[in-house]
């Protein structure tokens, strides 16, 4: 994934970051706290566990999101919005209000 960032191009960068159909709708969540995967999943009907696994993984390379394994049985995983991750908390909510915005024009 970290292959197809281009250093010198910005938009190029960010695009990489969060393309994916699920990787927006994650961070969102995210930034409401600390979740475990079934809480992801339960708020994102119609992930399949493979892709889930797959975009966590893609944004845990990237150091947008962090993973925190707990030695229990059953296993615990936590995941959660690294510093970088954070920083995408206003990009984020222009993303939603201008969603808010189009909705409204489309009534």
């Known amino acids: 994934m970290t292959n197809n960032i281009k250093p010198n191009c910005p938009m190029g960068a960010t695009i990489c970051i ?3 159909k699920w990787k927006l709708f994650i961070l969102s969540q995210l930034l409401e706290g600390v979740k475990r995967f ?5 708020a ?4 399949t566990q493979r892709m889930l696994t797959k975009q966590l993984r893609e944004l845990e390379e990237l ?3 962090s993973r925190k394994v707990y030695p229990v049985v059953p296993p615990k995983v ?3 919005l ?3 991750g ?3 908390k206003p990009v984020l909510q222009v993303l939603e209000d201008w969603g808010k915005f189009y909705i409204n024009i489309q009534k």
């Open 44 to 47: 994102m009907p119609g992930i």
């Open 78 to 80: 936590e995941y959660a």
């Open 18 to 20: 969060l393309s994916g």
């Open 38 to 42: 079934s809480q992801l999943q339960t």
């Open 86 to 88: 954070q920083s995408l």
């Open 82 to 84: 690294t510093e970088v």
């Open 63 to 65: 150091n947008i999101i």
